[in-house]
């Protein structure tokens, strides 16, 4: 996958011994799909020649701020317009200085000054350099003026000392830079999500319910949101804040959670049952609080069938690419998979809820995802994670038409 296709760079260099690693960084970000351009300051131009850095990048390299031949191609306003993300790799100690002081003094830094998008620092230099309080104060400058700092990494320097202060690997530097985009897979899409208990009720202070803390179901609107997709959260009772981005439908019991989701469902692309619905609810709840009469006499509650909401939304005709959960407690893939056939779900996934680590309560979770003879486990990490990864998988698999 190009995880930068069309997005432009705008790579900055300055003047350390890291800076010849900023030629295999152009083809790296290049590998990804990305626009690179280079701009460099005059120390880096001591480390890295800029013929080698623009035979790579494809473009003229950036150099002086009042250059009148390259300031006619691309100026420093045009080039602040121009990226999607500055990156300043590597950022020497002096570099970082000037922009937490909000340098405007060469090319660089006032491309920097006058960027509206993300400016991202990798920092390269000494051990003793990065450990010193002046540059600390500056990095918590930058990361107080939403700068993103990668890095730096340990190890042996160039210097011979051994310590923090590496430029991150290449790949790492990569990694995070595509990491800083919104993923957005899921723009323009509807997504439905079902999250948290629900309550059936005895009497007017009495319920059934189950131990769902809606943990997984609003990490996964949190992963939809962030790919770009319109969330609709119905959620039943949960201590938990909505997202912000989520139109949440708050409801109680399982019919009001019915009744949203087939209003909600029909238009959607997307519906993930994520919430603990209750199977069964009280025939009649009693309108009065049930008193005991201290006879001992035992009390009989009757119950019946709630609707099986993801079902219903899955027989829709032409309905949304249904995802469920299999929340079970022995032969998990096995029970998850009949239970996937049975309600004519698109994907499950499914997890084990005797495992205390995971699950409910928890804040972390390890699943198993299955659709059609696919299946894939997700080792133990925390539901925003396991969120996001779920969240791929379904833009992956979401059929031909609805991509
Ligand atoms: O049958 P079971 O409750 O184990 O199925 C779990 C899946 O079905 C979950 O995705 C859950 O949200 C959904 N479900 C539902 N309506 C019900 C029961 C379960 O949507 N009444």
Redesign the pocket.
Known sequence: MNLLAGKRILLGVTGGIAAYKSAELIRRLQDQGADVHVAMTNAATEFITPLTLQALSGHPVHLDLLDTETESVMGHIELARWADLILIAPASANFIARLAQGHGDDLLSTICLAAQCQVAVAPAMNQGMWANQATQLNVSALIAQQITIFGPSEGLQACGEVGEGRLLDIAGIVDLTAATFPNERLRGRKVVI?AGPTREAIDPVRYISNHSSGKQGYALAEAAIEAGAEVILISGPTSLTPPERARLIPVTS?RE??TA?MQEATDADIF????????FRPIEASDQKIKKDNTGERLTLTLE?????????AGLNDGPYT??????TSHVIDHARR?LTR?K?NM?IANDVMDQNIGFNSDQNETTIIWGSQEQTLPIASKRTIATKIVGTIADALPEARQ
């Open positions: 079902t399982a959670m019915h989701a993930i049952g994520v919430a603990a619905v209750a199977d069938e709630n609707p099986d909401i993801i079902a219903a939304v995802v469920g959960f299999a929340a079970e239970k309600k779900l499950i």
